[in-house]
Nanobody
Framework: VQLQASGGGLVQAGGSLRLSCAASGRTFSGGTSGWFRQAPGKGREFVAAIRWSDGKTAYLDAVKGRFTISRDSAKNTVSLQMSGLKPEDTAVYYC????????????????????WGQGTQVTVSS
């Protein structure tokens, strides 16, 4: 299984970016996908997750209302639309996936995702 993340870049504060994560080697139609991020000198942080079966989502409080996670079953891809970006959103963003569904309260647990992409850098300038 490979997860390929793309879409990162440099953007000014208030701008938008769309991250995509394409899966190959397996479909996650009954599973869960998520995005995590890691800023320099900090630990990995949950950002957003979605259950493929019913589209239920969870978000980090700091990104609610600005970020939207979605999935495309036909393309086996998960996307993260980020708007209203702030300098504190600067980090390497990683996509993650698992084959089984999770209860909503567990969507943010990085240890429950066995598959990870390589990360894509998002830099927000002030």
């Amino acid at each position: 299984v490979q997860l390929q993340a793309s879409g990162g870049g440099l953007v000014q504060a208030g701008g938008s970016l769309r991250l995509s994560c394409a899966a190959s080697g397996r479909t996650f139609s009954g599973g869960t996908s998520g995005w995590f991020r890691q800023a320099p000198g900090k630990g990995r942080e949950f950002v957003a997750a979605i259950r493929w079966s019913d589209g239920k989502t969870a978000y980090l409080d700091a990104v609610k209302g600005r970020f939207t996670i979605s999935r495309d079953s036909a393309k086996n891809t998960v996307s993260l639309q980020m708007s209203g970006l702030k300098p504190e959103d600067t980090a390497v963003y990683y996509c993650a996936a698992r084959e089984g569904a999770l209860v909503i309260s567990a969507l943010q647990e990085a240890r429950l995702y066995p598959y990870w992409g390589q990360g894509t850098q998002v830099t927000v300038s002030s």
